[in-house]
């Protein structure tokens, strides 16, 4: 983990040496840089030792690997201390920075005095010369193998054989189809994409050696694309397959140094109809290096390629219908088949009652992967078919299987280094736990895993590291918004181990089963406890002071933080360099006051805990970048929050129960203060305005806000809203809610609209849809409540023309009694929800409207009696569901109904009556 704390620290380091460019009165820059020539050297001397060759040598290797990675740590704690122990405040003009610069001489200096001590005992104790002298114990590297290499070679092809190739038979004969058919005047690309043991080589091998494929074409080549290649290698590989095939070579192996691979190749195959496979394939640049080398062949020509990332496959594919995704092709009926049949060989293939439930368990851990399952049943038909030697097996399942690590490590070392550490933070989190990926960004950002770049923020670097990974098949998406954007996320239960396999001195994980790390007594960067008492997180680990991360999640016992509230003040006294603290769900009762000694902290979330209150003491908390207070029972926020200058995310709302999506309310910030003093702030919510207008006269000063939230806006705070949410360019959320039923939203003041805007919600009282609502081009979701439209006013017309809606929801929007969606207009929109439409007694669905819409919801619209007329016409319609409608209504979606005949082409109609039996798809 070494190589990976390197790039880390040196992160840190450059932005210091930026913030230190000024002139200084102390000596602090000259130490950072001495800091940054010992990081350097430390990064060069791992570069030249790859992490699978230090985990293979000797022993004395891997220790002086690790006293890298604890003098890397070292020097991190040291330069975050003074980074902490700096006064830092906001100046916006010279005179106020120069001023704080003569008031605060005497704390910088004395920080930088105890930073030049601590480097220099750091280096003194380090040992860099003798780090050369090592080299001789590492076994000399072997040129041209890989891992993955030897895993293509046999891990697949002794694992999973044709006749095991259970629920494939579809694809397989998709995939012949596509190749022996069609004239097309270049080369078709196919691509079949899925994760490390899906079955990509295999099922692309059956193909490729069927009699109607080889017959179809008349140049063949399989080709092994290594992770890291030469590209003339590359194409002299596949020129040598093709001879090979040909059995006429054009030319000799030993005279292949002085040929042009991309010659030969134009010259064999120009005339030719080919197939050529790209087996495993990486990189972009070894793609489009062999792509662009062949000819065009005569019509028919295809090329295959396998991958495990999804964005490379789908680049070069020539459209959707050639993208073979094998992530999931296999049913739960499939998976039990080809494991029945490998585990059960001597009993015709059927599992004894007696270990059915721990066979499933089992198989539930494979993750349908093919693979997987198939190793998994060849081990386990050579055992004992007790339920003793089963439970066993299953409660060690990766111990057993070191061929799940052969799967994944090729993928692992892929990796840029950045996204490899965001990849083994997933070991932080508890097995099948789906994680929202806002929390995961703001947690990679605080651990510093992502390097700015231009033109993007941190969070958005993030946010493509995460989008990597789920491109890799590493990660699972578990939900998307309507957009498509992921929402939460997962890693299956076998990846995750192969994670916790690699994350060894990067976390350490404490079960609740268990009341000690499993390296006890070593120096803990990363704690994470999993549903355990926080006092048992902490025993035996003996060095807490290094620890930089802790996340609780949950606990064994409902009340452990509250009644041993000392406990936990014990435990966060011990971490003096703590940089990330989540408490989220805790059952926690008051804001533990041994937080604020800890200067280091950059983010804070005590999300779904039951704490009242915030002290003013936070101000102490200079670093702070995320604090996280939504669904707690906070009321007010101190004035003092306007001095952590470094907040990113403000995320505040009252809530009792745990639903993120219940009903929440604002929280108060006193009024003595400026927001604008929060220059980096990227999102803003839930914050009450009420008789605060300071607060809207400085939010005109966040400009890159990317989401605000705001509650209790009353009618005369429109136009200074409407003027500050002009300047937010990057504007992407907007929620705005009114004091009460009564009070009217004057929101039709803005000229220029952020063009970013993709999400609006307004409740309260409109006098009409504000007008620049029409222009909003991005926009992709949009809640209008309680806005109680005049029975006269235009009621779609400012929304059914947006190009990009896709989720719709009216809540007592209209006190009309009719609604009509005309002809051609909403025509991306996918989810439209109408609830309390109170006078509502007719709906017109026009032929044409709404034509991809896939959800219906309607609900408390008291004299709606009758379902939308032409609601047949919504040919995309998937589901139905109705709630607290009239009876009348309800009755009309009875199968023996004549109007049921409108409705009965919906697949799913859901109602909370219990009338279930009698609706379609129940």
């Not at 003798?130 to 072997?142: G, K, Q, T, V």
């Not at 397989?172 to 994760?195: A, F, T, Y």
């Not at 025509?827 to 006078?839: E, F, G, N, T, V």
Request: glycine share 4%.
């Amino acid at each position: 983990m070494a190589e990976l704390a390197v790039p880390l620290a040196m992160l840190l380091v450059n932005n210091l040496i930026e913030k230190l460019n000024r002139p200084s009165p102390s000596k602090a820059k000259e130490d950072v840089e001495r800091a940054q020539k010992m990081l350097r050297r430390m990064k060069a001397y791992l570069a030249e030792h790859p992490s699978d060759q230090i985990d293979e040598g000797p022993q004395v290797i891997r220790i002086r690997a690790k006293e890298i990675q604890d003098t890397v740590y070292d020097i991190e704690d040291a330069l975050g201390k003074f980074v902490a122990e700096i006064p830092h405040h906001f100046h916006s003009n010279r005179f106020s920075r120069m001023t704080h610069d003569v008031k605060h001489f005497p704390s910088v200096l004395k920080a930088s005095m105890k930073l030049s001590y601590k480097l220099k005992k750091i280096e003194r104790r380090s040992t860099f010369d003798s780090l050369p002298a090592l080299d001789s114990l590492l076994d000399p590297p072997i040129p041209n193998t890989r891992p993955e290499e030897t895993y293509n070679n046999l891990v697949y092809h002794q694992v999973i054989e044709e006749e095991d190739t259970v629920g494939f038979e579809e694809p397989k004969e998709i995939l012949i189809q596509q190749l022996v058919k069609g004239d097309n005047p270049s080369p078709l690309k196919i691509s079949i994409v899925g994760p490390g043991g899906s079955g990509k080589t295999t099922l692309v091998n059956i193909v490729y050696g069927s009699r109607r494929v080889q017959g179809f074409f008349d140049c063949h080549a399989f080709v092994d694309v290594p992770r890291t290649s030469d590209c003339r290698k590359l194409l002299l590989s596949m020129l040598s397959k093709f001879e090979d095939r040909m059995q006429e070579p054009v030319g000799h192996r030993h005279h292949y140094e002085e040929i042009d691979p991309r010659d030969k190749l134009r010259k064999l195959l120009d005339q030719k109809r080919y197939v050529v496979v790209l087996d495993n394939v990486w990189s972009d640049h070894d793609l489009g290096c062999i792509v662009t080398a062949l000819p065009k062949g005569l019509p028919g020509s295809k090329i295959i390629i396998t991958a495990r990332d999804s964005n490379l496959a789908s680049l070069h594919a020539n459209s959707a219908e050639y993208i073979h995704d094998l992530s999931r092709v296999l049913s739960w009926k499939d998976v039990t088949k080809l494991f029945c049949k490998k585990a059960f060989q001597g009993n015709k293939g059927e599992c004894p009652e007696e270990l059915q439930v721990c066979a499933e368990k089992i198989l539930k851990r494979c993750e349908y992967l093919p693979l997987a399952v198939s190793a998994v049943a060849t081990l386990l038909s050579k055992k004992p078919q007790t339920l003793f030697e089963w439970e066993k097996f299953h409660n060690s399942l990766v111990y057993n299987l070191p061929i799940i690590e052969q799967v994944w490590d090729p993928s692992y070392r892929d990796l840029p280094i950045d996204v490899q550490s965001c990849f083994l933070y997933f070991s932080m989190f508890p097995e099948d736990y789906s994680i929202k990926c806002e929390r995961l960004i703001r947690l990679w950002v605080a651990e510093g895993f992502v390097t700015p770049r231009r033109g993007k923020t941190m969070e958005e670097v993030a946010d493509g590291c995460l989008n990597e990974l789920i491109g890799r098949n590493l990660v699972d998406v578990n939900s998307t918004e309507i957009d498509g954007k992921v929402r939460t996320c997962r890693v299956t239960s076998l990846v995750r181990e192969f994670v916790i396999s690699k994350a060894e001195n990067f976390v350490n994980v404490v079960e609740s089963n268990s009341t000690s790390t499993s390296h006890s007594g070593q120096k803990i960067r990363r704690l994470s406890a999993h549903y355990a008492p926080i006092n048992n997180s902490s025993r035996g680990c003996r060095d807490l002071n290094r620890t930089s991360t802790l996340l609780v999640f949950g606990s064994s016992q409902p009340t452990v933080l509250s009644s041993q509230h000392d406990e936990l003040g014990n435990v966060l006294k011990r971490l003096k360099y703590l940089r990330v603290l989540d408490f989220e769900g805790v059952p926690l009762k008051d804001f533990p006051k041994s937080i604020l000694g800890l200067s280091l902290l950059k983010y804070i979330s005590m999300r779904k805990t039951k704490i009242k209150s915030v002290p003013s003491s936070i101000k102490k908390l200079s670093q702070l970048e995320t604090l996280d207070l939504k669904r707690t029972q906070v009321i007010e926020l101190p004035k003092e929050i306007y001095e952590l200058h470094n907040m990113r995310h403000l995320l505040v709302n009252r809530g009792c129960d745990q639903d993120d999506d219940g009903p929440a309310q604002g929280v108060d910030v006193v009024s003595s203060g400026n927001i604008g003093d929060l220059p980096k702030l990227q999102k803003l919510s839930l914050i009450k305005v009420g008789n605060n207008r300071t607060i809207l006269k400085s939010l005109a000063e966040l400009t890159g806000l990317r989401k605000l939230g705001l509650t209790d806006v009353k009618e005369e705070h429109g136009k200074e809203l409407c003027c500050a949410v002009e300047k937010m360019v990057s504007l992407s959320t907007l929620e705005v809610r009114s004091t009460k039923e009564e009070e009217n939203l004057d929101l039709d003041h803005i000229g220029s609209l952020p063009l970013s805007l993709q999400r609006i919600c307004l409740k309260g009282r409109l006098e009409r849809t504000p007008q620049w609502i029409s222009q909003l081009y991005s926009v992709v979701k949009i809640s209008l409540k309680e806005s109680k439209l005049d029975a006269k006013a235009n009621r779609l017309y400012a929304l059914q023309a947006l190009p990009n809606l896709m989720e719709l929801n009216l809540v007592d929007y209209y006190t009309g009694e009719k609604l009509e969606f005309q002809v051609e207009t909403f025509k991306k929109l996918k989810i439209l929800r109408i609830q309390q439409l109170d006078q509502l007694n007719l709906m017109i669905v026009e032929n044409g409207a709404m034509p991809v819409l896939k959800k219906l919801t309607m609900s408390k619209c008291k004299n709606l009696t009758l379902l939308p007329v032409g609601i047949e016409v919504l040919t995309k319609l998937e589901e139905l569901c109705v709630h607290d409608m009239h009876t009348e209504f309800i009755a009309q979606l009875r199968r023996d109904t004549e109007p049921f005949q409108a409705v009965q082409h919906i697949p799913v109609i859901r109602s909370s009556t219990g009338i279930f039996p009698s609706l379609s798809g129940m």
